[in-house]
């Protein structure tokens, strides 16, 4: 089993920045993929990026070249790191640890972006 453990939301203004970090509880070198999702009230939960264990990334469309996702292996933690906050990033931002042939989930962590 993993634990995924999430913090670092808060209220940001719009063009703002924010760091998530996601602490597991096993070493990251065992889990294949770790991502970050997001859901919107009324929307359905989506991708906003991911890493695999081997450091290969992908991203949302919507978020490249403001967000960037990275990982710490000494401390088992995987970042967020989100610029250019913009009011349509407001939801409640997931990790998602893929170990063993199942998704862990984290229990999420609020980002509000406004004035």
């Known amino acids: 089993q993993v634990q995924l453990v999430e913090s670092g939301g808060g209220l940001v203004q719009p063009g703002g920045s924010l760091r998530l970090s996601c602490a597991a509880s096993?070493?990251?070198?065992?889990?294949?993929?770790m991502g970050w999702y997001r859901q919107a009230p009324g929307n359905e939960r989506e991708l906003v990026a991911a890493i695999t264990s081997s450091s290969s990334r992908n991203y949302a469309d919507y978020v490249k070249g403001r967000f960037t996702i990275s990982r710490d292996n000494a401390k088992n933690t995987v970042y967020l790191q989100m610029n250019s906050l913009e009011p349509e990033d407001t939801a409640v931002y997931y990790c998602?640890?893929?170990?063993?042939?199942?998704?862990?989930w984290g229990q999420g962590t609020q980002v509000t972006v406004s004035s």
């Open positions: 096993r070493s990251l070198f065992t889990i294949y993929v």
């Open positions: 998602r640890g893929d170990y063993n042939g199942r998704a862990y």
